[in-house]
């Protein structure tokens, strides 16, 4: 059985692939507050979040994106990943996200640190 946070961090990556509005807006609560790295000023909001979002876009097929749920209770899910830019470098990532009940994410913090490139 998948868990939500699963269901979560899927339709995350499948918003980055497709850089839709619809999908990206579909991944928060009206509220949430979304932190690029841990001390970044927050985008808060949906609209705040797409419109981020939207401005610092990965084109689609320019990076891939393994990941594993690390720690998930109740509401709180830890994202480990690797994101591998080809024409560039890679990161190692950890993602902290709190849902709510409908599974959008309230609260996302991410830290990402650049690694050697790997192919």
């Known amino acids: 059985m998948t868990s939500a946070g699963e269901k979560w961090t899927e339709a995350y990556v499948e918003a980055w692939k497709s850089n839709d509005p619809q999908q990206i807006a579909a991944l928060f609560s009206d509220d949430a507050i979304y932190l690029t790295s841990p001390d970044s000023e927050p985008r808060i909001g949906r609209a705040d979040i797409v419109a981020g979002w939207l401005e610092d876009l990965d084109e689609p097929g320019t990076w891939s994106f393994d990941w ?26 950890l993602w902290i996200v709190r849902l709510d009940a409908e599974g959008r994410a309230t609260a996302f913090t991410e830290w990402y640190m650049p690694r050697p490139h790997q192919d």
Not at 70 to 93: H, I, M, Q, S
Request: glycine share 4%.
């Open 68 to 93: 594993w749920i690390v720690r998930e209770d109740d509401e709180f899910v830890v994202v480990e990943g690797r994101t591998k830019y080809p024409a560039e470098r890679d990161y190692v990532n």
